[in-house]
């Protein structure tokens, strides 16, 4: 069983910068697949980043690549995501997420447990 507590989030202005943290509970953080995903309103929730276990491999959205910064502490059982240059259109609730195993994944349906979400609302 693994907690995730999020922290970070808000309002920023339109070219501005944020950084997400999601802490985990337990002491298997190390062996899990950590992503992070987001939901605006009326429109499902879509993959933004994932980092394997060990933080060697990491995967990003279109939407995020170049802009954002999957990142891991095994140390502090905590994920991050930093997002740089953000965008109107990045508004949206922001979900971490666990899966257990390797391989980063796209797919919601593949994470087993979920971290209770945090807004941002960047401003034009």
């Known amino acids: 069983q693994v907690q995730l507590v999020q922290s970070g989030g808000g309002l920023v202005q339109a070219g501005g910068s944020l950084r997400l943290s999601c802490a985990a509970s337990?002491?298997?953080?190390?062996?899990?697949?950590m992503g992070w995903f987001r939901q605006a309103p009326g429109k499902e929730r879509e993959f933004v980043a994932a980092?394997?276990?060990?933080?060697?491999?990491?995967a990003y959205a279109d939407s995020a690549k170049g802009r954002f910064t999957i990142s891991r502490d095994n140390a502090k059982n905590t994920v991050y995501l930093q997002m740089n240059s953000l965008k109107p259109e990045d508004t949206a609730a922001y979900y971490c997420?666990?899966?257990?195993?390797?391989?980063?994944?796209?797919?919601?349906?593949?994470?087993?447990?979920w971290g209770q979400g945090t807004q941002v609302t960047v401003s034009s």
């Open positions: 980092i394997s276990w060990s933080g060697g491999s990491t």
């Open positions: 997420a666990a899966r257990p195993g390797a391989g980063t994944r796209v797919v919601a349906a593949m994470y087993d447990y």
């Open positions: 337990g002491r298997t953080f190390s062996s899990y697949t």
